[in-house]
């Protein structure tokens, strides 16, 4: 298993997984990372991510039922694993963290 650090990119593909549940493969990956964030999520680089992540043991995939819409063809599905959970709670606890420390006058709208 390679590092467990995590990239801000792997960081929201990771989490784009774990809320979409049992619906995650790739284009609906791209699809809800577009909705939620407004970048526009090319599947390229997504796949490769969440190839990246299943090297890193963060993520694991399984493929579906093949089905006629798909010309026979079958998904595959993303899920988090228990490492993936691990390295989410710790991106969280940091980022809490350091949210915590800056002081109120800084985040307040200048006048």
């Known amino acids: 298993m390679k590092g467990t650090n995590l990239g801000e990119f792997e960081e929201l593909v990771l989490l784009t997984i774990a809320a979409l549940v049992n619906d995650a493969y790739s284009v609906a990956v791209c699809d809800e990372?577009?909705?939620h964030t407004g970048r526009t999520a090319k599947f390229g680089v997504?796949?490769?991510v969440l190839n990246r992540l299943e090297e890193k043991g963060l993520a694991s995939?399984?493929?579906g039922e093949s089905t006629s819409s798909r010309g026979g063809k079958r998904k595959r599905y993303y899920s988090v694993t228990n490492a993936?959970?691990?390295a989410l709670l710790k991106s969280k606890e940091v980022r809490d963290g350091l949210w915590c420390l800056i002081p109120?006058?800084?985040l307040k709208p200048s006048l």
Do not use: P
Request: aromatic share 6%; hydrophobic share 40%; charged share 25%.
């Open 33 to 35: 990372m577009e909705k």
């Open 46 to 48: 997504v796949h490769t």
């Open 61 to 63: 995939s399984s493929l």
């Open 84 to 86: 993936g959970k691990a």
């Open 104 to 106: 109120d006058f800084v």
